[in-house]
């Protein structure tokens, strides 16, 4: 099941030239390019590790482009994103995020249906690739 | 998302510079030339600074190698993008940095750096204080100067050979693989004294093979000095009556003899000064000054200056 978050994700994968031309954008704006990868995809997952440090002051996409790949090299088989954060007051968040290496399989997630007072159900969803544990769930 | 498609615009309009030259058929270099734009810094470099022939030669060199580069490349004549990384020596005021601004647009211009920026850096800048700090602060440097032209101005201090366990060294082998293999992304320009980049060259022959064009910038003569300071003067609506001139002239001729002499840096700090003692003048004159008392640099301006009376 392909997983769908942040920018872009119902479109096919981005090639790296579109990648280029999206963190072209975010350069342009004078926004903080962001590499991050995790092995957790759950949609209130919303702390991923780091890759490397933040870059500011980026003029060209060259670098930021550099570090997803080594990022990739590192987790061929993580989810990667591209984050861009707008430190401008007012904003102070990230701008764009979207998807750049997925696992080549991607288990989904279970609906678990839990009864609770009487009849009333309460939902949660359930990744299947956290049954494993960190770092070799896919 | 309309983002992508606005930033690739930027792209295709400056290749059809380029297209509609090969419409016509043959380019020639001329059309190459006008389309670049190159010309009007090449002029502005000729204007605002004065002198330094072996330099301004050694860059229209430099652009008429990436000119007909272009052209081959229509041409279907494979080269591989030129290696451009230089060397800018000379003394402390002699235009290194100056030049090297004027070089990232002139670069950027023949479409040899995408952005044409320039990231002016020192050993501080690049070389951590302690184990595991020196690669991130080296390689944030590098990706901030993407694009365009990373300076490193004093670039011996990154060795040490008195200490063999030295940060610098790290800094220098990210520099070495970075100057190999993103000579796409970025220019990078070691500057400093003559002297001590060749002992450094020597000491790292890496470095030193990388680098394509030693550039050599000569101190000034006096004359050259006097045209700069005209020409700053000039730039910040000012200027030096006859007498004025005459005094300056022979306060340069005292300075240049001195310790510490930082060619045109030393004339423009001479005229700060001047500029100084002007607006104390007119201060303890008191009144309406004229424009033409407020333009105006006397030679009591600069006689003033403890160069003369030093000895
Ligand atoms: N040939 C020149 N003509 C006019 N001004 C110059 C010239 N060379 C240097 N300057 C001025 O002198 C100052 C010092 O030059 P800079 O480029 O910083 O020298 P360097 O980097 O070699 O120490 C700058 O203000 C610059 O504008
Ligand atoms: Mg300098």
């Known amino acids: ?138 | 998302m309309s983002q992508a498609g606005e930033v690739m615009s930027d792209d295709s309009e400056r290749s059809s510079v380029g297209e509609q030259a090969e419409k016509s058929g043959q380019i020639s270099l001329e059309e190459e030339f006008r389309a670049s734009n190159v010309q009007e810094v090449l002029d502005k470099l000729d204007r605002e600074l004065v002198g330094l022939k072996p330099v301004k030669t050694r860059i229209r060199e430099i652009a008429a190698l990436l000119l007909v580069d272009r052209l081959r490349a229509k041409h279907n004549l494979v080269t591989g993008a030129p290696t451009l990384h230089m060397s800018f020596t000379g003394n402390p005021g002699t235009g290194k940095t100056t030049v090297a601004f004027r070089m990232a647009e002139i670069l950027h211009r023949l479409g040899y750096v995408r952005k044409g920026h320039l990231v002016s850096v020192t050993r501080d800048d690049l070389v951590g204080q302690y184990i595991g700090h020196t690669a991130p602060k080296t390689k944030e440097v590098i990706k901030r100067a993407m694009g365009g032209v990373l300076f490193i101005d004093e670039a011996y201090y990154l060795y040490r050979p008195e200490n063999e366990r030295d940060y610098g060294q790290e800094t220098i082998e990210i520099l070495l693989q970075v100057m190999e293999e993103n000579r796409e992304d970025l220019v990078v320009i070691l500057a400093g004294y003559q002297e001590r980049m060749s002992t450094f060259f020597k000491s790292n022959p890496g470095i030193r093979s990388r680098i394509a064009h030693h550039i050599e910038f000569p101190d000034y003569t006096a004359q050259e000095l006097l045209a700069i300071a005209n020409l700053m003067l000039a730039e910040q609506n000012y200027r030096f009556d006859e007498a004025a001139e005459k005094a300056f002239a022979g306060y340069l001729e005292r300075r240049m003899k001195q310790e510490h002499f930082a060619n045109a840096r030393s004339v423009r700090n001479g005229l700060d000064r001047a500029r100084l003692r002007h607006a104390n003048r007119l201060f303890a004159k008191g009144g309406e000054p004229t424009s033409e008392e407020l333009m105006t640099i006397e030679a009591e301006d600069i006689l003033a200056s403890r160069v003369f009376h030093d000895d």
């Not at chain 1, 987790?75 to 591209?82: A, C, D, L």
């Not at chain 1, 984050?83 to 401008?88: L, P």
Request: hydrophobic residues 35%; glycine residues 4%; contains cysteine.
């Open chain 1, 1 to 138: 099941m392909k997983i769908t978050q942040g920018q872009f994700s119902f479109l096919p994968d981005l090639s790296d030239q579109q990648i280029r031309a999206q963190i072209e954008y975010a350069v342009q704006n004078r926004w903080a390019v962001n590499v991050e990868f995790t092995d957790d995809p759950h949609p209130r997952n919303t702390y991923w590790e780091m890759w490397d440090l933040p870059m500011f002051d980026l003029r060209d996409p060259a670098g930021a482009l550099l570090e997803v790949n080594n990022c990739r090299k590192a987790y061929p088989n993580h989810y990667i994103r591209v984050t861009a954060f707008d430190s401008s007051r007012g904003w102070e968040t990230p701008r764009m995020s979207f998807i750049v290496n997925r696992p080549k399989e991607e288990p989904g997630f279970r609906l678990n249906r839990q009864e609770v007072d009487g009849r009333a159900i309460r939902y949660t969803v359930h990744s299947y690739a956290t049954e494993k544990p960190a770092g070799s769930r896919y």
